[in-house]
């Protein structure tokens, strides 16, 4: 059954928090990507307040919420705290450390064979491996650490560490920034070659998943863990 609160009037979402709105209707975050709307570390904004930041047209983005909401689904707040845990570990944390590897030797590639080109990323390889990095050990003290503790009490209060986890994703969301801009948010130039037009759409990819992955964290998992 669609959730009442989200399939009343369209107005109705102005005043919601875009990360009560990414929790509670499936396919909302799809909608605030598109929009670059930030509903992971800035989520406890509105979403007149974000709209009037970036200038966009609140009445259409209420209309496509509304829509979704219509369609129903089962909100992914929904999912158990085991559940959650196993998807961010599955999901997200092996498809980052499977994908970015890759990405790093493509853009290695791209620098060397298009080094004369104004329009080349200049440093995109040095900025993946220090995401790889940076991202590597955060998540290992999620799994050996935060993610242990969270599956043997299932109800704790963790608000230390997880305030250590939510530092680091505000990090990732600078680096991420620094990403998209570098790459002009992975729009390939006119003429790029096969390489470069693999590197930029597995660099979007890895950009979704992990505004996702932190999503996932920070407005499903963590509040479970802070009050």
Not at 9 to 30: C, I, N, V
């Amino acid at each position: 059954m669609p959730d009442p609160s989200l399939s009343s009037a369209p107005a109705g979402f102005a005043a919601r928090p875009l990360a009560d709105l990414a929790t509670s209707l499936p396919g909302a975050t799809a909608v605030f990507r598109r929009s670059k709307l930030d509903f992971c570390c800035g989520g406890q904004i509105t979403l007149a307040e974000a709209v009037a930041g970036k200038q966009l047209a609140l009445a259409e983005l209420e209309s496509e919420l509304a829509a979704i909401a219509a369609q129903g689904g089962t909100p992914p707040s929904a999912e158990s705290t085991v559940a959650l845990i196993e998807l961010i570990e599955t999901r997200y944390h092996a498809v980052h450390r499977r994908e970015l590897p890759e990405l790093i030797r493509l853009a290695r590639r791209v620098e060397a064979v298009h080094k004369d080109k104004p329009d080349v990323p200049r440093g995109l390889a040095d900025l993946l491996e220090q995401i790889a990095t940076e991202l590597d050990s955060h998540m290992q003290k999620e799994e050996r650490v935060l993610f242990p503790i969270m599956r043997r009490y299932g109800q704790a209060t963790l608000a230390q560490p997880i305030a250590a986890m939510l530092a680091d994703h505000e990090d990732h969301g600078a680096l991420l920034r620094e990403l998209e801009t570098l790459t002009d948010s992975f729009a390939p130039p006119a003429g790029a070659c096969t390489t470069w037009r693999a590197l930029y759409s597995g660099g979007s990819k890895f950009a979704e998943d992990l505004v996702q992955h932190i999503h996932t964290e920070n407005n499903l998992l963590f509040p479970r863990f802070t009050h």
